[in-house]
Nanobody, 122 residues
Framework: VQLQAYGGGLVQAGASVRLSCATS????????VGWFRQVPGKEREFVAS????????YYAESVKGRFTISKDNAKNTVLLQMNSLKPEDTAVYYC????????????????WGQGTLVTVSS
């Protein structure tokens, strides 16, 4: 499977950004697709994930109520709608697939897209 993330950019605090993760190839029904983010010098951090074939979704506490993960089934694309952005949301965002199901640990995700940078200015 291949994943490609896009949609990042420079925004002001309080603004919204929508990231997209285009997928190609087979993503098994037992898989989750998620978003992580990383800033220099820090470990990759879980943001949100969802099961590929149902509506169960998971969020990091830091983004609950502000970010929404969803899937466009027609396009096999996973979306991350980010609202009320804060400067601390600044990071490179990655999408990834975990064939083993639910996990918030980046090491459990086996396929990764390239990152897309989101910069939130204060």
């Amino acid at each position: 499977v291949q994943l490609q993330a896009y949609g990042g950019g420079l925004v002001q605090a309080g603004a919204s950004v929508r990231l997209s993760c285009a997928t190609s190839g087979r993503i098994f029904s037992s898989s989750t697709v998620g978003w992580f983010r990383q800033v220099p010098g820090k470990e990759r951090e879980f943001v949100a994930s969802m099961w590929w074939n149902d509506n169960r979704k998971y969020y990091a506490e830091s983004v609950k109520g502000r970010f929404t993960i969803s899937k466009d089934n027609a396009k096999n694309t996973v979306l991350l709608q980010m609202n009320s952005l804060k400067p601390e949301d600044t990071a490179v965002y990655y999408c990834a697939r975990n064939r083993g199901g639910y996990s918030t640990r980046w090491r459990h995700f086996d396929s990764w897209g390239q990152g897309t940078l989101v910069t939130v200015s204060s």
